[in-house]
């Protein structure tokens, strides 16, 4: 069983309630999941989000949606992650973020594959990053999972799920899918307030006429109207984790 776990929260510092903001006429995480859903490697999709009560909203979207939603702890992402996915014995859990409305199932479909074929612990489009942020993509085996909340005790590789596994190669086959052309300079994923409007500018754009819009056809948007990159540029790519070992830095510097 290929399991996908959505990783979606309201209290976001820097842009709050992003993921329930509107995005053509619905919140934006459920932009998100009807994408996912296209997925056809992917068994059951799962939404994890946390026990605080600002996210009850968040459940109350998946309930209406018919996904099956987990509510854990905040900050121990690793914990929330395994909770989710525990119930279901899946093979491999496929790792997406609700920060992500582009997500393009085709590109999650051939990270899966690559990652089943290739006989990984775990396989991303993010170890060299060559698609735009925001088509991130992270596939690992419930066994490597499990070995990671079992022996994490780092904070950083509590609250980024995967660190624990893909800062230790001599004990987890790591793969890296990488495209043919190098599109990592792209920011497709919504942090900010420019993240934000760039991806109603696209959704604006494209959806109303293809629901199932692609990577090509934003590509082919993003050509005939450049001036939307300048939307959200000058941004760092996961800003969030870097803050996080930054962070864990200073700590052990006092």
Same mark, same amino acid.
């Not at 069983?1 to 992003?18: C, D």
């Given at each position: ?18 993921v329930l903001l509107p995005v053509a006429g619905r919140p934006m995480l459920e932009r998100q999941i009807e994408r996912l859903l296209r997925a056809k490697l992917i068994d059951k ?16 979207? &998946? ?23 525990? $119930? ?11 920060? =992500? ?13 690559? &990652? ?9 489009? +993010? ?41 230790? $190669? ?18 497709? +994923? ?9 991806? =109603? ?7 109303? &006429?293809?629901?199932?819009? +692609? +990577? ?19 941004? &760092? ?18």
């Open positions: 069983m290929i399991l996908a776990v959505l990783q979606a929260r309201t209290s976001s510092s820097r842009l709050p309630g992003k999709l799962v939404l994890a989000t946390s026990d605080r009560p600002e996210d009850a909203a968040v459940a109350e979207l &998946a309930d209406r949606l018919g996904i099956e939603s987990y509510r854990g702890s905040l900050d121990d992402v690793l914990d929330r992650y395994y909770q989710a996915a525990a $119930p279901h014995a899946p093979q491999h859990v496929v790792r997406v973020t609700g920060d =992500c409305p582009l997500a393009d199932w085709e590109v999650i479909d051939r990270t899966i594959a690559f &990652a089943a074929e290739g006989g990984y612990d775990y396989a991303s489009n +993010t170890i060299n990053p060559t698609w735009p942020d925001g088509l991130d993509v992270e596939v690992a085996t419930f066994a490597a999972i499990e070995t990671a909340w079992r022996e994490a005790v780092r904070p950083l590789e509590r609250e980024h799920v995967m660190p624990f596994i893909t800062s230790r $190669p001599e004990r987890f086959r790591l793969g890296s899918y990488e495209n043919d052309r190098d599109m990592s300079a792209l920011r497709w +994923t919504v942090d900010e307030p420019g993240d934000y409007a760039f991806a =109603c500018a696209i959704y604006d754009a494209l959806y109303p &006429a293809n629901r199932a819009f +692609t +990577t090509a056809d934003i590509l082919t948007l993003l050509e005939a109207r450049p001036d939307l990159a300048d939307l959200n540029t000058g941004f &760092a790519r996961n800003e969030g984790l870097l803050k996080s070992e930054q962070a864990e830095i200073e700590s052990q510097s006092k």
